[in-house]
């Protein structure tokens, strides 16, 4: 089920699910997104499923049968939801990885501590995947202050870095330029280029995350 | 000796040479953006000329391109775009033409000096590269550090490897008429509606400038800043080659074949992708216009831009 949708070029629909960034809008995306990728039809390029759209780029000679397929699902209610995979990514929030834990105290009007315990609370729903192989966007944690991005970005976020702008988080799966406000790392290894399966957390799955101390960290 | 392969050595790497073909597919949902040769006419030109498959892996250079050693097998390649190279054939030196094939034995040379008024080329191969590749594309994709190459640019000392030709072709096509006109046509973006009437106008009436700062991820223009009416941050979405879109500071970015997977800034417009093959062989300082065009004009000139093709591949000349 979806609002309506526009083609924004000879090769690209984008379809719109409304304008808010919420789990259930979300699901709606995803659903969706698992039902393309299921059909895995090979003039369909590429499907990419985010916060409240969907892209589908695709071989325009068969434009034909992709609005059909568009209007097939327009209306219909697809569950692919009832087995959603949960994660459990340990973290450690020592200072010397909580590049940023000054900026979150200061924006989110908390302790770091009241601020850990409240991101170790959150049970985190995937909105998508993207930006970088394999890079989580996580949600949404129960906060009202706005923490706004870094007002220059890193040059360099170290790998495993775990950011957070507003009420989301993300895993940086490696290292690489970012201005999200960086509160502690994981070892977890989000992107395997020798498996199938290259993305470890899918859209639609779930995330909790675990403290571990440092010495537990350094010796992982 | 092995002569079954050809191997090349890279003597100078040039600005930024990568191995590209068509890019990839079906991966853009796990961070994977689509790649591939950046100006599609080029790189297609150039399998043609050898009769390879469209999707054969060639060397994509960017003004400054690589100078190459044969120093095993033979081969014969052809260098498509505006190009000036030289050769070395049989210790003489030669001044290259492009859009044409040459046969290069042992201690030949292929130099490729600069590209004339113009950003990118190519130098296609008969039978390809051996290289790397990741889920069917021999791309390289530096981002993701996948692909072609293991996912590097050329550098200096490595080998290029292939098959190696025995055949001489003489191959060649008699002439190729480059646009030049001033107009890049466009479609409406996703989200035209965050910007005034008049904002919108003076984005498709006041010309716009190339500035320096083109790569294979984007093309920075300058010139006119146009800026959208409400925030200048969206929700994140999924994006495409082509996809103009407006950062805070009003000048735009328009999407080469590297960008990221999802963004978050308002796209005005989309590039048709007949006309970005035009866009991005401008260099810095030139003046362009924006056109806007409907969505079934479009469709109608990427089908005529394949007809092109085909009846090119109806032009080659064997001798």
């Not at chain 2, 320096?212 to 093309?219: E, S, V």
Request: aromatic share 10%; charged share 20%; proline share 4%.
């Amino acid at each position: 089920m979806f609002k309506s949708f526009s083609q924004i070029s000879e090769q690209a629909y984008l379809i719109d699910y409304g304008n808010t960034i919420d789990i259930e809008t979300n699901n709606r995306v995803i659903n969706h997104f698992k039902y393309l990728q299921n059909l895995n039809y090979k003039y369909i390029l590429n499907v990419v499923p985010s916060f409240n759209k969907l892209l589908i780029q695709f071989n325009p000679t068969y434009k034909k049968n992709i609005l059909k397929l568009l209007r097939e699902i327009k209306s219909t209610k697809y569950n692919f939801l009832n087995t959603v995979k949960k994660h459990n990514i340990e973290i450690c929030y020592d200072e010397e990885y909580a590049l940023d834990f000054k900026e979150i105290e200061k924006n989110s009007k908390l302790n770091f501590d009241s601020f850990i315990k409240l991101h170790l609370q959150t049970e985190f729903h995937v909105f998508m995947i993207g930006f970088l192989p394999g890079l989580p966007f996580l949600g949404k944690m129960k906060i009202n202050s706005s923490i706004p991005r870094r007002l220059s970005p890193r040059l360099q976020v170290p790998s495993g870095s775990v950011g957070i702008v507003n009420n989301l988080c993300v895993i940086y799966p490696n290292d690489s330029p970012g201005g999200w406000n960086i509160i502690g790392k994981t070892k977890k290894k989000l992107f395997n280029f020798n498996k199938k399966n290259y993305s470890s957390i899918s859209p639609g799955d779930q995330v909790q995350f675990m403290k571990i101390s440092k010495n537990n960290f350094l010796t992982k | 000796m092995n002569n079954q392969h050809y191997n090349l050595r890279v003597l100078r790497e040039g600005l930024i040479s990568t191995i590209q073909d068509n890019g990839f597919t079906k991966l853009q949902h796990i961070g994977i953006t689509t790649g591939g040769a950046i100006d599609d006419f080029s790189y297609k030109l150039g399998n043609i000329i050898l009769s390879n498959k469209l999707n054969t892996p060639s060397i994509e250079f960017a003004k400054l391109g690589p100078k190459l050693l044969v120093e095993q097998g033979s081969l014969n390649i052809a260098i498509t775009g505006r190009v000036n190279f030289l050769l070395k054939l049989n210790g003489d030196y030669i001044k290259g033409t492009t859009n044409r094939s040459y046969f290069l034995n042992k201690d030949d040379e292929i130099d490729v000096q600069s590209t004339e008024n113009s950003n990118y080329g190519y130098i296609a191969i008969k039978n390809g590269i051996l290289t790397s590749s990741f889920e069917g594309s021999y791309s390289t994709l530096i981002p993701s550090q996948i692909g072609g190459n293991n996912g590097k640019k050329i550098s200096i000392n490595q080998l290029i490897k292939g098959i190696s030709s025995f055949n001489y072709l003489n191959n060649k096509i008699s002439k190729i008429n480059y646009e030049t006109d001033k107009f890049v046509r466009v479609t409406k973006g996703p989200q035209m509606h965050f910007f005034k009437i008049k904002d919108i106008k003076k984005f498709f009436n006041e010309e716009f400038e190339i500035s320096t700062n083109i790569n294979r991820i984007g093309i920075r223009l300058s010139n006119n800043i146009v800026k959208p009416l409400k925030s200048h941050n969206i929700d994140s979405e999924g994006i495409i080659k082509g996809s103009v879109q407006i950062p805070g500071d009003g000048n735009p970015i328009i999407l080469a074949s590297d960008h990221p997977t999802i963004g978050g800034y308002p796209k005005i417009a989309t590039v048709i992708m007949t006309d970005f093959v035009k866009l991005i062989q401008m260099p810095p300082r030139t003046k362009f216009f924006f056109k806007e065009i409907t969505i079934q004009e479009a469709e109608r000139l990427l089908v005529d831009y394949q007809e092109t093709l085909n009846n090119i591949r109806k032009l080659l000349i064997k001798a």
